[in-house]
Nanobody, 120 residues
């Protein structure tokens, strides 16, 4: 069992920066991949950024060159550094962890979400 707790959300002006943090607890050393997803009103949840235990990253096209995902496996944390924020980035951001079983199946764990609002 993995528990994820996000923090760092808030209100920021367009062009500003914000860093989101996620702390994993429980069986955190079993986590393979971690990432950030977001969901805006009226839209489906979408991938923002993902990082493997080996440091391989994947970003949504809409956030490339603006967002950076950083993982500290020892601390069980994953941060999302967001720069040059746009109003389109406004959403509820969720931390995600993927755990792979010996059988090769994947289990997803989610945090409760942290709100990011970009507005002047």
């Amino acid at each position: 069992q993995v528990q994820l707790v996000e923090s760092g959300g808030g209100l920021v002006q367009p062009g500003g920066s914000l860093t989101l943090s996620c702390v994993a607890s429980g069986s955190r050393f079993s986590i393979a991949n971690m990432g950030w997803y977001r969901q805006a009103p009226g839209k489906q949840r979408e991938l923002v950024a993902k990082i493997t235990s080996g440091g391989i990253t994947n970003y949504a096209d809409s956030v490339k060159d603006r967002f950076t995902i950083i993982r500290d496996g020892g601390k069980g944390t994953v941060n999302l550094q967001m720069n040059s924020l746009k109003s389109e980035d406004t959403a509820l951001y969720y931390c995600n962890a993927e755990v792979r079983s010996v059988a090769g199946l994947w289990n997803d764990y989610w945090g409760q979400g942290t709100q990011v609002t970009v507005s002047s």
